[in-house]
């Protein structure tokens, strides 16, 4: 059910094209994914992902263990049927989830002590309990819980998180008994480059179908994001995708592709929509500011999303500071648009063997 093949190479740096099979089709990579947490790319509708050309979204096993709960979804058929979406799903584990709830929760060697942001419930999180929900909520890429490091973070502590996930990793692979989903492992180790390189080799010798770069974007400076994004891509298999966890501004998939990084997800398309603000050729603007009240432009010239096409800076402007909702969904459209648009075009000059100078024709003009 789950196959990666290398179609293409741009000739100069790590970049690459290639397709991921799965039993909701494949998709074409490299590849953004929208992220869906709570089984909903927020303000947007299924079919406004399918003519985008969306094929593979995220959602979150976390979350949705607490609501609706996975009896439910089990109960619908599984999260596909759930949602209607009748394409691509990965589901992260919830170790960033966890992460993120420091307050929260305990950690110890056999899993997660944790309370409900919910409802204050108290719940424990296991690997072999991870792997169990994500089966059960039927994605076609799942996985391994980890543990994900703080930035910043002492060495002693990075490696302890290291070493944790490793063994995490190793009860999931076990913990696995569905043949229809692929598992994929998560490389940590924070900065150190060291670390990363234990990392690397003890995850990568499990055999995972896949594997993803955990713990960057977490806080950490954008050069030695970049740095570790190259050092730890290049400690991963060419044949297996390639996948760069909670990343997802244009100028860091232009670096992570140029690595060799296959899959990206990140939730700023959407929540930087409901703050009012916009991925455009020339950087990011927020619409919500005056100096657009009159501006009958629209949001991007260079961009034929359905937003572009049909309304203005001005109009945008004016739902905003009216508090309608139709702004939110709107402004979502074009920065998810945006993203897949850029993806798309990538894909297209490492296919030419052009990737090079549309990165530099690119970055020259963006503004991050």
């Not at 739902?319 to 850029?342: C, D, G, P, Q, T």
Request: with cysteine; glycine share 8%.
């Amino acid at each position: 059910m789950f196959d990666f093949k290398i179609t293409g190479w741009n000739g100069e740096g790590e970049a690459r094209t290639g397709v991921i099979y799965t039993a909701h089709g494949s998709i074409e990579t490299p590849v953004f994914m929208p992220v869906g947490t709570q089984a909903t790319v927020k303000a947007l509708t299924p079919e406004d992902l399918y003519a985008m050309g969306v094929n593979l979204i995220l959602a979150n096993a976390y979350h949705l263990y607490l609501r609706p709960g996975v009896d439910l979804v089990e109960k619908a058929e599984g999260l596909h049927r759930f949602m209607n979406w009748r394409r691509g799903i990965l589901t992260d584990s919830g170790g960033f989830q966890v992460f993120s709830l420091s307050k929260l929760r305990k950690i110890n060697d056999e899993g997660v002590l944790f309370n409900s942001h919910i409802d204050g419930s108290s719940h424990f999180l296991t690997p072999e309990k991870s792997v169990a929900v994500q089966e059960r909520l039927g994605a076609d890429i799942i996985m391994c819980f980890d543990e994900c490091s703080p930035y910043p973070c002492a060495r002693p502590e990075v490696l302890a998180a290291l070493e944790r996930t490793t063994k995490w990793a190793q009860r999931c692979k076990q913990a696995q008994r569905s043949p229809y989903q692929a598992l994929f492992g998560i490389v940590q180790g924070g900065i150190y480059e060291d670390l990363r390189e234990k990392s690397a080799r003890e995850i990568t010798e499990l055999d995972f179908p896949g594997y993803a770069i955990g713990g960057l974007s977490v806080g950490e400076p954008k050069e030695e994001m970049y740095n570790i994004l190259c050092f730890t891509a290049n400690l991963l298999p060419e044949d297996k995708p390639r996948y760069l966890m909670g990343v997802g501004t244009p100028e860091d998939l232009l670096e992570g592709v140029y690595n060799g990084i296959d899959m990206f997800d990140c939730v700023l398309p959407t929540r930087l929509a409901r703050h009012g603000s916009v991925y455009t050729h020339k950087g990011r603007i927020t619409v919500r500011n005056a100096v657009f009240a009159d501006d009958f432009s629209p949001l991007d010239e260079r961009c034929d999303c359905y937003v572009c096409r049909n309304y203005s800076r001005a109009y945008i402007r004016h739902l905003f500071k009216a508090e309608e909702l139709l702004v939110h969904r709107l402004l979502s459209i074009h920065n998810v648009y945006f993203l897949v648009k850029l993806m798309e075009n990538i894909r297209t000059a490492i296919k030419n063997k052009e990737f090079a100078q549309y990165y530099h024709d690119f970055m020259l003009e963006y503004k991050p």
